[in-house]
């Protein structure tokens, strides 16, 4: 895979044994990803992506509002999503050690009032590493005994193209940061594909029937998480 660039728009690029050129805009935040026949023109390709650029460009803003945001102001009042539903945030101003707590539909936020907007976003991914570490952790143990798979060691990372990844010979499975802002459906479907990675590496017909063994509706729940945001030639 490599990166290209056109119209100010970044691209991953790759080449594989398909007959088609395909476009992808990947959640959560409009990443570019095109697959593309080994032996076609790189012109041909250049001129397909141009064409499709108002479309792109018209997912990435779709996804991009879509997408919460850690606020910036932390003032009393702002919103700030966490599970699928707002939480209002409750500023309380101090001069010693910055914290960050869920009460209820509140989250409540101990912090000075000169911090840069750096600090105030790892104060923010803090609460989401806490409460993502605590939902996986839950999953793990509901569906390890279903699927029959080792309890794998699990990171949490800022992903820019994945919800998750798996590696199946190191049993290590990654999940996306922001998936703490989704509803607790999508991380368990996360979970449960991570899980059955395990078992098969490849999304093929064993992969499939696995999943409809263990989430018979994990294709409608995958269509939500990637609203549907692909075209072909």
Same mark, same amino acid.
């Given at each position: 895979m490599?990166?290209?660039?056109? &119209?100010?728009?970044n691209?991953e690029?790759?080449?594989k044994?398909?007959?088609n050129?395909? /476009?992808?805009?990947l959640p959560?935040?409009?990443? /570019?990803r095109i697959?593309?026949?080994?032996?076609?023109?790189?012109s041909v390709?250049r001129? !397909?992506?141009l064409?499709k650029?108002?479309?792109? =460009?018209?997912?990435?803003? @779709? +996804?991009r509002? &879509?997408?919460p945001r850690?606020p910036?102001?932390?003032?009393? $009042?702002d919103e700030f /999503?966490?599970?699928?539903?707002p939480?209002?945030?409750?500023?309380?101003?101090?001069?010693?050690?910055?914290r960050?707590f869920?009460?209820g539909?509140?989250i &409540?936020v101990?912090?000075?009032?000169?911090?840069?907007?750096?600090? @105030?976003?790892?104060l923010f *991914?803090?609460l989401?590493?806490?409460?993502?570490?605590? *939902?996986?952790q839950?999953?793990?143990? %509901?569906w390890?005994p279903?699927i $029959?798979?080792?309890?794998?060691t699990?990171?949490?990372? @800022? +992903?820019r193209?994945?919800w $998750?990844?798996?590696s199946?010979?190191t049993? @290590?499975?990654? #999940?996306? %940061?922001? %998936?703490?802002?989704?509803? /607790?459906r #999508?991380?368990?479907y996360?979970?449960v594909?991570?899980?059955?990675?395990l %078992?098969?590496?490849?999304?093929? $017909? =064993?992969?499939?029937?696995? +999943?409809d063994k !263990?989430?018979?509706d994990?294709r409608?729940v995958?269509?939500?998480l990637r609203?549907?945001?692909?075209?072909?030639r």
């Amino acid at each position: 895979m490599r990166e290209l660039t056109l &119209d100010g728009v970044n691209i991953e690029f790759v080449r594989k044994r398909i007959k088609n050129i395909y /476009v992808r805009v990947l959640p959560p935040l409009g990443q /570019v990803r095109i697959s593309a026949p080994l032996r076609m023109n790189e012109s041909v390709i250049r001129e !397909f992506v141009l064409s499709k650029l108002p479309w792109i =460009r018209r997912h990435q803003k @779709r +996804m991009r509002a &879509d997408t919460p945001r850690t606020p910036q102001g932390f003032a009393d $009042g702002d919103e700030f /999503v966490l599970w699928g539903k707002p939480k209002r945030i409750r500023f309380f101003p101090v001069g010693g050690r910055r914290r960050i707590f869920l009460r209820g539909e509140f989250i &409540d936020v101990h912090a000075c009032v000169s911090d840069s907007p750096e600090l @105030r976003r790892q104060l923010f *991914e803090k609460l989401l590493r806490r409460e993502l570490e605590r *939902e996986i952790q839950r999953l793990l143990q %509901l569906w390890r005994p279903v699927i $029959g798979v080792p309890i794998p060691t699990f990171s949490i990372r @800022r +992903m820019r193209t994945r919800w $998750g990844s798996c590696s199946p010979t190191t049993l @290590r499975v990654r #999940f996306a %940061l922001h %998936l703490a802002e989704k509803p /607790v459906r #999508f991380l368990e479907y996360i979970v449960v594909h991570e899980l059955v990675h395990l %078992l098969e590496c490849s999304h093929n $017909g =064993r992969f499939t029937a696995y +999943m409809d063994k !263990f989430l018979p509706d994990w294709r409608n729940v995958r269509g939500e998480l990637r609203t549907g945001n692909s075209c072909t030639r």
